[in-house]
């Protein structure tokens, strides 16, 4: 795929020229704007993870109002990483859910952030535990039955302990048990509904020290990831969060295992 209007922006990086490790592509699904900060660390971090890691992402920003066409067109499901970012209220909710639903079902390495976390949390609980109706509250206010919700406290500009379950995704990449990060969102997901996803096989595998859930993952699929934190505000961008730079190395995994034509 080439860059064009139709398949977002191409970000720069730097070109992987040595043939050790492959070029990775991944898709930034989200409505781009310099005024979200978590946007404007992207070109920082790519260039990071690159010359610090070795990690070569090829970086397509594609709206949610184009990732739509673009999962129903497969061309979603030939990038090697899916990263839905923060930025909601999301110009096309069924953008951002057909992006996530790619990813998990092809195997797609997937990072989601706040907003990303949220949706994906939206997509498996209507997608496989069959809850067509539930919503998010900053999608549709006036929904009965809200999945996601506002939070009691905003987290805009916050930070907070995560802790970190034993032998969980988030652990290995993590590697600690317990960690600080920052937030930037007013929504979360809400209790009732919370039992459900995980009897269906979703891991609510980090949570704060009240006990709210604050990550996400897919145990058997390759690399499935959603925090409500943002780990892309990590530092100064010039070090990579360990979430960030795993799932980077899944992309680099997952370019390496592809066929060659």
């Known amino acids: 795929m080439t860059s064009n209007a139709t398949r977002g922006t191409s970000t720069d990086t730097t070109t992987d020229t040595t043939g050790v490790t492959p070029v990775a592509r991944i898709a930034l699904v989200g ?4 005024h979200v900060t978590s946007h404007t660390r992207i070109p920082l971090l790519l260039d990071a993870l690159a010359s ?7 970086a397509y920003w594609i709206s949610t109002a184009e990732a739509e066409a673009e999962a129903a067109s497969g061309a979603l499901a030939r ?9 909601s209220p999301y110009a096309s909710e069924a953008g951002a859910l057909a992006a996530i639903r790619v990813a998990r079902e092809e195997g797609i390495a997937f990072l989601g952030t706040c907003g990303g976390f949220q949706h994906a949390l939206l997509e498996y609980a209507r ?11 900053e999608n549709d206010p006036g929904a009965e039955d809200l999945l996601i919700g506002p939070l009691a406290c905003s987290l805009v ?25 920052r937030y930037h969102c007013n929504y979360g997901p809400a209790p009732r509904h919370l039992p459900a ?22 145990p058997g699929h390759p690399f499935f990831l959603a925090t409500l934190f943002q780990p892309e505000l990590h530092g100064d961008g010039s070090r990579p969060h360990p979430i960030v730079r795993a799932l980077a190395a899944a992309a680099v995994a997952h370019a390496a295992a592809a066929p060659t034509a």
């Open 31 to 34: 409505d781009r704007s310099p």
């Open 52 to 58: 610090r890691d070795g990690l070569v992402l090829d």
């Open 79 to 87: 990038f090697d990483a899916v990263w839905v970012l923060p930025g």
């Open 127 to 137: 997608t496989v535990c069959g809850l067509s109706d539930v919503a998010h509250a």
């Open 157 to 181: 500009g916050h930070e907070g302990v995560v802790r970190v379950e034993s032998g969980s995704l988030a652990e290995s990449v993590l590697g600690v048990e317990r960690t600080t990060e």
């Open 197 to 218: 996803l995980t009897a269906h096989g979703l891991r609510l595998s980090g949570h704060d020290e009240d006990g709210q859930p604050r990550i996400a993952e897919l």
